[in-house]
């Protein structure tokens, strides 16, 4: 990612962000039509936007049912030492774990918040003690399961 952009984000560059949340595959000339300015200057926008870090990926969201993971747990865990060295190799290990789809490094009595999915509560128990109680670097971990999704996202207010 490279340097945010320098000067503030103006109401066209806004206008953008709003459309390409709501469906990042919304055409420019569709995006320049709805908003006033021409083709060119809508992609010249994006690939600004795109280039400074404000748009980091452009993906697809898939549901997790669709792909067999019926739970959603969010997990609270404590590292056993607030070492960098620790911390440092907590943040690689669950950045490379499929399953979470979240990781947080918070402060507040808990290391890191996660929210990971599973595909059943056997397969949920598998994973925790895979990536918590087996993990010598894990002091303390809670669990809580999602009963129901009351606001997933990813838009961001602009």
Known sequence: MNDLPKRPLDSFDQAILRMLQQDNKTSQRVIAEAIGLSTPAVQRRITQLEASGVILANTAVIAPEALGQELTAIVESRLCDDRSLVMDRAKRYFAGVPEVQQCYFVSGGVSFIIVMLARNVAHF?????????????????????VLDKVKVGLEVAV
């Open 125 to 145: 128990e598998k994973l925790v003690r895979q990536h918590f109680a087996d993990n010598d670097d894990i002091q303390t971990y809670r669990t809580l399961i």
